[in-house]
């Protein structure tokens, strides 16, 4: 218990360094919506972090240490492109999303975006927008994850269409409790998500059936966003909500491709989620 309590000190010093530091990307975005360039990284070889380890002598770290890294390295955005999680390592996010870190983490860091939200300078004119991811930001996908290894199997579209069409992904309470506040505050949400036009109609019954409601936009991947990546696809929309006039003042969300790219937020809040990877 005592090296996962470790692992979530981790984690939480990475999200405090990330807050601290998200201020200073703001002349960088604004050079890039300028540039109206969304900058992509050289292609990466995906590497097998851990066994590498194992070759540089790290063996004597226990696998629950090297997991713990592991996954600090997954949120920090330090990995290679990851397609699931190391086999060694089933059991350390099992433990994460099952125990008292993974909530305690969400819960940090609605409570940081709340702080942000209650400071920022709104403009009062129905224009400050705050804007959220929907899977594993609004809705958790845990009771389809739990049947699939939490993230150690590949991802399967077909298999996890038939679950968002059920439409019984759960709310994550922290954030919930974050939407309702940001609205009080008067920011606009706007739900940009990956999530296809398709799944319209169940995804506006799932998020209503959890008590979120009365967004300005939801916004889904149409036919012709579906070969972009998720970086350029919510870049490109973010580019046409900031348009339409709206000032993107928060963002949250669970991949660092929901965050990253153009037209970025004032600020950016990055949930856990050592589940998959979305580039
Ligand atoms: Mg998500």
Redesign the pocket.
């Known amino acids: 218990m005592a090296r996962h309590r470790g692992g979530g000190d981790l984690v939480r010093l990475l999200m405090t360094l990330l807050l601290a530091a998200t201020p200073l990307l703001a002349p960088v975005a604004a050079e890039l919506e300028e540039a109206e360039v969304v900058p992509t990284a050289p292609p990466q070889v995906a590497s097998s972090s851990l066994a590498r380890g194992a070759d540089e002598g790290l063996d004597d770290v226990p696998a629950d240490v090297r997991c713990a890294s592991w996954r600090l390295a997954a949120e920090a955005n330090n990995l290679a492109p990851w397609k699931a999680v190391p086999a060694e390592c089933a059991a350390h996010v099992r433990a994460y999303l099952t125990g008292a870190a993974y909530r305690s983490d969400l819960e940090l860091v609605a409570r940081e975006s709340a702080a942000y939200a209650r400071a920022a300078p709104l403009g009062g004119d129905g224009r400050d927008a705050w804007i959220f991811?929907?899977?594993?930001?609004l809705l958790s996908n845990l009771p389809y994850y739990a049947d699939h290894g939490y993230g150690l199997e590949l991802f399967d579209h077909l298999e996890f269409d038939k679950w968002v069409e059920r439409g019984e992904a759960p709310a994550i309470p922290s954030s919930l409790k974050l939407y309702m506040e940001v609205l009080e505050l008067g920011f606009k949400a706007i739900l940009l998500t990956?999530r296809s036009e398709g799944h319209r109609g169940v995804t506006v019954d799932n998020l209503n059936k959890h008590g979120f409601h009365d967004w300005d936009k939801l916004i889904l991947r149409t036919a012709a966003d579906r070969k972009k990546t998720a970086t350029i696809y919510k870049s490109e929309k973010r580019k046409e909500i900031e348009a339409e006039g709206y000032r993107i003042l928060g963002n949250s969300?669970?991949?660092w491709s929901?965050l990253l790219g153009s037209s970025m937020s004032a600020r950016s809040f990055k949930l856990p989620?050592p589940m998959y990877y979305?580039p």
């Open positions: 991811d929907i899977d594993e930001t990956g969300g669970d991949q929901d989620n979305i």
